[in-house]
């Protein structure tokens, strides 16, 4: 065999090498859509820690003191079953959302998305355009290159410190940490985070960007399950914009490549629906511009439903979207309701095994118990403690608690019982507790526990 007659082996890279993208600055409905979703998430993520409630912070996850302040609202570890409820709200509204229109979380308000678009805007303010920034990377001197690109990363990395910041001031009273950054004396943990969630923003806002919505995010590639031929996606009307030119006997479309230029994810959309759409809808805007300049109808990429297209009717209402609207509603429903019954007192009753049961003065068994009381209000309260199930049977000793606001405290409790009481069998017998605030009955909490006789 010849050496020219042995076939040549192509490597191909498991993952494709990639190209830079230099989205174009666009103007329309969808783009101030954008900016006012960037408003409102950041508005509430970085001035909701800085929001004071009752001498306090508003929302603060005090996991030290393991507590969760959300407004007037305290929340225990005992209380995780609302964390639970919450991711799945969220889930099944995310379910609803991309079944009724598609990626629309992704387009306006995932973080990767706000953030992206943040960091878009500074590189817009501090090296121009889309074209001056091709020109500063491809034909750009060094020294303006080292200006530019050094005030553009100082500003992204400020930013990414601020936003991982922000993000230790829920966890960690941000008023105190605040005084601890300008102190220099953070703790490694505190240190370590406000560092860590820095460095994923600017990772992931300034560099990767759209890797981490075409590789990293599972969302992408489980979306389509979600879709059916009524779901809103953006969509390119072929048969008005096709065949593709600016002379006569041609579509709408004029190939100018702005819907391409425009796209942050660097797709063509006029290729059809692709999972790296991520649905923000800037391909529109900038379409709709040219169509405005060339004094045709907006609309040859426009939001639509795969039946719109083909002519037919576009149902709103259907199966999948009944489902996930029914169950979102029961268990927002439910869950406001748990609220609203929920009693802010937490009672744990534990027997005291040192001494299980003794005969004390005037013919009278004693068990000795110790009650968890948990006050999750913020005002202090004063508890009263009765016990029944048993025939004579009484709390020796005060029968009254002072629990400060939003505090656990470990409460000894002695019970008895008479020695030739009918209904105090030998063994152990039933018995219930009753917990109830002094100032408010309403806050009245039961548990079951037994007395032992011997």
């Not at 040549?8 to 990639?18: A, I, N, P």
């Not at 149902?315 to 869950?335: D, F, N, Q, T």
């Amino acid at each position: 065999m010849k050496l020219q007659d042995i076939p040549v082996r192509e490597e191909q890279s498991l993952y494709e090498v990639r190209k830079k993208i230099y989205p174009r600055a666009v103007h329309g409905v969808f783009a101030w859509l954008r900016w006012a979703a960037v408003w409102a998430t950041q508005l509430v993520f970085y001035g909701g820690p800085w929001l004071a409630w009752n001498d306090r912070q508003a929302i603060l996850f005090d996991i030290v003191h393991r507590k969760f302040y959300l407004f007037g609202l305290v929340f225990w570890p005992q209380d995780v079953i609302y964390l639970a409820v919450l991711l799945i709200i969220a889930a099944f509204s995310l379910f609803l959302f991309t079944a009724v229109a598609g990626r629309i979380w992704c387009g306006f308000a995932c973080p990767q998305t706000v953030y992206t678009e943040i960091f878009m805007w500074i590189e817009r303010v501090v090296e121009g355009d889309r074209n001056a920034r091709m020109r500063l990377d491809q034909k750009g001197s060094l020294g303006e290159k080292v200006v530019r690109k050094g005030v553009k990363h100082a500003l992204w990395i400020a930013l990414s410190l601020w936003t991982g910041f922000t993000f230790v001031g829920y966890v960690t009273p941000i008023r105190e940490l605040w005084g601890a950054v300008l102190a220099f004396s953070t703790g490694p943990w505190e240190s370590f985070w406000i560092l860590f969630y820095g460095f994923a923003t600017y990772g992931n806002a300034g560099w990767m960007r759209e890797q981490v919505c075409k590789y990293m995010c599972p969302y992408a590639r489980f979306q389509s399950a979600m879709f059916d031929n009524d779901t809103l996606v953006i969509t390119y009307d072929a048969k008005r914009g096709e065949p593709r030119g600016k002379g006569a006997g041609t579509g709408d479309c004029v190939d100018c490549g702005i819907c391409v230029q425009a796209c942050p994810t660097g797709i063509d959309i006029r290729d059809g629906l692709q999972y790296e759409c991520i649905g923000c809808a800037a391909c529109i805007d900038g379409c709709d511009q040219v169509m405005d300049k060339l004094g045709r109808p907006r609309g040859l990429i426009r939001y639509s439903t795969t039946h719109a297209m083909q002519g037919r009717r576009t149902r709103l209402v259907r199966p999948r979207v009944a489902v996930y609207g029914a169950i979102l509603l029961l268990i927002v429903c439910a869950a406001a309701f748990s609220l609203y019954l929920r009693v802010p007192l937490r009672v744990d009753v534990i027997r005291d095994r040192a001494a299980i049961a003794r005969e004390v003065g005037d013919e009278e068994i004693e068990n000795v118990y110790r009650l968890q009381i948990m006050n999750t209000t913020e005002e202090p309260r004063v508890y009263r403690v009765r016990v029944e199930g048993l025939k004579e049977i009484h709390v020796d000793g005060p029968d009254e608690v002072a629990v400060p606001g939003a505090t656990s405290l470990l409460a000894p409790l002695r019970v008895r019982v008479h020695v030739e009481s009918e209904h105090a069998a030998p063994g152990a017998n039933p018995i219930r507790f009753t917990i109830t605030a002094v100032d408010h009955p309403h806050e009245t909490v039961r548990e079951k526990s037994v007395f032992i006789v011997r």
